[in-house]
């Protein structure tokens, strides 16, 4: 079955510091990978995504991601994390937008929390 | 602001009511896809619409459910008899059309129901 893991339900880091947040997949042909963040009374807002190509995707906020198809993983990084970070991170794996459109996995999402 | 609104925002109702729920995507958008979050989980998705066509639903949508697009616009996701299971923040997002379509959806803040 479809899946995505994130093993991570919280995460604490200083600002400053260096983060990464982990997802995993389970999916049976070439996934789409995407990360969303939601933050308190906003929406999901799209961090970039990965459909081919490069597997070292950038995304907006400093964020990026690397698609390692031999570890079925997609992870976030950021070099230096800010206060304004603090938010719930989801990792989403779709199915080729030739074919079924929005279906959309979502993993159950990481809380960051950032110490000052 | 132009972005997916979704109305009302929150709903307290009793078990056994019926609720509705109002979704008015980005206005350009030809696709729009419900989704539903409980704590401490991901959204998952319940159904996607192509202008006013329900192309695809999930099992999670039971009887109880009904979601419709009758013009292609605006979206309305009916729960009737509700239980307390039904508790959760509802997603509606959208998305553009063809060649503008990039993979990300676009979400609105939510509609929570708290069914007593």
């Known amino acids: 079955a479809q899946s995505v893991t994130q093993p991570d339900i919280h995460i604490t880091v200083s600002e400053g510091a260096s983060l990464e947040l982990r997802c995993n997949y389970s999916?049976?042909?070439?996934?789409?990978l995407f990360w969303y963040v939601q933050s308190p009374g906003q929406g999901l807002q799209l961090l970039l995504k990965?459909?081919?190509?490069?597997?070292l995707v950038q995304g907006i906020k400093g964020f990026e991601a690397e698609f390692k198809r031999s570890q079925s993983s997609f992870n976030l990084r950021k070099p230096s994390v800010h206060w304004s970070d603090a938010a719930e991170y989801f990792c989403?794996?779709?199915?080729?937008?030739?074919?079924?459109?929005?279906?959309?996995?979502f993993g159950k999402g990481t809380k960051l929390s950032v110490k000052p | 602001d132009t972005g997916v609104s979704q109305n009302p925002r929150h709903k307290i109702t009793k078990r056994g009511q019926n609720v509705t729920f109002r979704c008015d995507p980005i206005?350009?958008?030809?696709?729009l896809y419900w989704y539903r979050q409980t704590l401490g989980q991901g959204p998952e998705f319940l159904t996607y619409?192509?202008?006013?066509?329900?192309?695809?639903k999930s099992r999670l949508l039971s009887d109880r459910f009904s979601a419709e697009r009758p013009k292609g616009s605006f979206s309305t996701l009916e729960i009737q008899r509700t239980e307390q299971g039904d508790s959760a923040m509802y997603l509606c997002a959208s998305s553009p059309p063809g060649q503008m379509n990039t993979g990300e959806l676009f979400f609105g803040e939510g509609s929570r129901l708290t069914v007593l």
């Open positions: 999916y049976g042909a070439t996934p789409y």
């Open positions: 990965y459909f081919s190509g490069d597997t």
């Open positions: 206005s350009e958008h030809n696709r």
């Open positions: 989403a794996v779709g199915p080729d937008y030739g074919g079924s459109q929005g279906n959309l996995i």
């Open positions: 619409f192509q202008n006013e066509a329900q192309l695809e």
